[in-house]
């Protein structure tokens, strides 16, 4: 080879990204079952291993289910509940459309817009309505522990169906592990079952249909008399026009939630939602699935993604390098989204044998530099190849 030929290979790599690759240890490239991409702002690849491979992506799948809510639902969109007096029976009707921020603070603020508006001074039942989303849901992944990434989905739920408690040495007795939400007694035998004295229970499905009523009821009795019980059962609103108390929170705030925290309850609310939008209700895991899939195709190109919640819990979600690149193509405008640290917006991912990592290095020329790391392998991790990533733009 000439010393010509040989520059205009070195000058041909430093653009295509080939010079780099020696730059990556090849206990890490080429010994594990990983795949590897980095790229530029304007989508040129700079260094890919297993480009086309699918793996299981864990939690980075929540980047494409925030993405496709974006285009889905829109980012100016706020969750409603419904709800209606009847002056009759004094019943309250509520119904839920898979609010994921649904907190207690929200619902002490739908008790005083209850009272306000429906102009009401005594209430017997409440009768809550969770038929927007089909049940039983069996979310593929979810187990049944007292993690908070096992907490039950629904149309109606308060607090991620989750309770936080904890042991008061001068009350002698259980109290709420947040100053905002009142503990329930009806949740008390649940929690004496742990037999801790500080953590959290998650809700049966059951409970969780019942718990936004019961925090309802609490709150309105500050105010006026509730004299009868708290029941789930389908209804018709008896008024066209039912009023609407919209979620002070907007999509992306949602999002941002979401990502921040890793929230599996709240990325499949999202994608539930998604499916009762495009293919109307009620909400189905399959109905999501068909719009998220739909989404990817018609608007990213992704042909080879599997996809079986939004979350990123089921090993059955299987997706490429480089379909993931396109997606983080696409959310550049949401980056901020993403959890920061120093030069780095991200997402993990964490199953057993599972680790990966997706998101944006900021380079020392102040671009972003979209990466991928997908290790499925037992007790291997990815921090060195991500080490060695960060040279590349730095």
Same mark, same amino acid.
């Given at each position: 080879?000439?010393?010509?030929?040989?520059?205009?290979?070195?000058?041909?790599?430093?653009?295509?990204?080939?010079?780099?690759?020696?730059?990556?240890?090849?206990?890490?490239?080429?010994?594990?079952?990983?795949?590897?991409?980095?790229?530029?702002?304007?989508?040129?690849?700079?260094?890919?291993?297993?480009?086309?491979?699918?793996?299981?992506?864990?939690?980075?799948?929540?980047?494409?289910?925030?993405?496709?809510?974006?285009?889905?639902?829109? *980012?100016?969109? =706020?969750?409603?509940?419904?709800?209606? @007096?009847? !002056? %009759?029976?004094?019943? /309250?009707?509520? &119904? +839920?459309?898979?609010?994921?921020?649904?907190?207690?603070?929200?619902?002490?603020?739908?008790?005083?817009?209850?009272?306000?508006?429906?102009?009401?001074? *005594?209430?017997? =039942?409440?009768?809550?309505?969770?038929? @927007?989303? !089909? %049940?039983?849901?069996? /979310?593929?992944? &979810? +187990?049944?522990?007292?993690?908070?990434?096992?907490?039950?989905?629904?149309?109606?739920?308060?607090?991620?169906?989750?309770?936080?408690?904890?042991?008061?040495?001068?009350?002698?007795?259980?109290?709420?592990?947040?100053?905002?939400?009142?503990?329930?007694?009806?949740?008390?035998?649940?929690?004496?079952?742990?037999?801790?004295?500080?953590?959290?229970?998650?809700?049966?499905?059951?409970?969780?249909?019942?718990?936004?009523?019961?925090?309802?009821?609490?709150?309105?009795?500050?105010?006026?008399?509730?004299?009868?019980?708290?029941?789930?059962?389908?209804?018709?609103?008896?008024?066209?026009?039912?009023?609407?108390?919209?979620?002070?929170?907007?999509?992306?705030?949602?999002?941002?939630?979401?990502?921040?925290?890793?929230?599996?309850?709240?990325?499949?609310?999202?994608?539930?939602?998604?499916?009762?939008?495009?293919?109307?209700?009620?909400?189905?895991?399959?109905?999501?699935?068909?719009?998220?899939?739909?989404?990817?195709?018609?608007?990213?190109?992704?042909?080879?993604?599997?996809?079986?919640?939004?979350?990123?819990?089921?090993?059955?979600?299987?997706?490429?390098?480089?379909?993931?690149?396109?997606?983080?193509?696409?959310?550049?405008?949401?980056?901020?989204?993403?959890?920061?640290?120093?030069?780095?917006?991200?997402?993990?991912?964490?199953?057993?044998?599972?680790?990966?990592?997706?998101?944006?290095?900021?380079?020392?020329?102040?671009?972003?530099?979209?990466?991928?790391?997908?290790?499925?392998?037992?007790?291997?991790?990815?921090?060195?190849?991500?080490?060695?990533?960060?040279?590349?733009?730095?």
């Amino acid at each position: 080879m000439t010393k010509k030929k040989a520059a205009v290979l070195i000058i041909s790599g430093i653009f295509t990204g080939f010079v780099f690759l020696s730059m990556i240890p090849c206990s890490y490239a080429g010994g594990i079952n990983a795949g590897i991409l980095l790229a530029d702002d304007q989508g040129r690849v700079l260094y890919a291993q297993n480009k086309e491979k699918t793996f299981v992506p864990a939690s980075t799948l929540k980047i494409l289910t925030s993405l496709a809510a974006v285009h889905i639902l829109g *980012e100016a969109h =706020h969750f409603l509940t419904h709800y209606d @007096y009847e !002056a %009759s029976s004094k019943n /309250i009707y509520i &119904k +839920g459309y898979g609010d994921p921020l649904l907190t207690s603070e929200i619902i002490e603020d739908l008790s005083q817009d209850i009272i306000l508006k429906a102009k009401i001074k *005594e209430v017997r =039942h409440i009768i809550i309505d969770p038929s @927007y989303y !089909a %049940s039983p849901m069996d /979310i593929p992944g &979810k +187990g049944d522990s007292l993690n908070p990434y096992d907490a039950p989905v629904g149309a109606l739920c308060a607090n991620f169906n989750t309770i936080l408690f904890q042991w008061d040495k001068d009350k002698k007795g259980f109290i709420s592990g947040e100053p905002q939400t009142p503990l329930l007694d009806f949740f008390h035998d649940d929690i004496r079952k742990t037999s801790l004295k500080r953590g959290r229970i998650v809700l049966s499905q059951q409970q969780s249909d019942l718990y936004p009523g019961l925090l309802l009821k609490y709150f309105l009795e500050k105010k006026i008399p509730v004299t009868g019980s708290v029941r789930v059962e389908a209804f018709s609103l008896k008024n066209n026009d039912p009023h609407v108390f919209p979620s002070p929170h907007d999509l992306k705030t949602i999002i941002q939630s979401l990502l921040q925290y890793s929230n599996n309850f709240i990325a499949n609310q999202l994608f539930l939602s998604m499916g009762a939008k495009v293919y109307g209700e009620p909400a189905t895991l399959e109905k999501g699935v068909r719009a998220v899939q739909d989404f990817s195709r018609r608007h990213l190109g992704l042909r080879d993604l599997t996809i079986d919640e939004g979350s990123g819990l089921s090993r059955g979600n299987k997706i490429s390098p480089n379909e993931m690149l396109k997606i983080l193509n696409s959310f550049i405008p949401y980056h901020g989204l993403l959890k920061h640290e120093k030069n780095e917006f991200f997402k993990t991912g964490t199953l057993t044998g599972v680790r990966t990592r997706a998101g944006y290095l900021s380079g020392k020329d102040e671009r972003l530099y979209p990466y991928v790391i997908m290790v499925n392998e037992d007790n291997t991790g990815y921090e060195q190849i991500l080490n060695r990533l960060k040279t590349m733009v730095n």
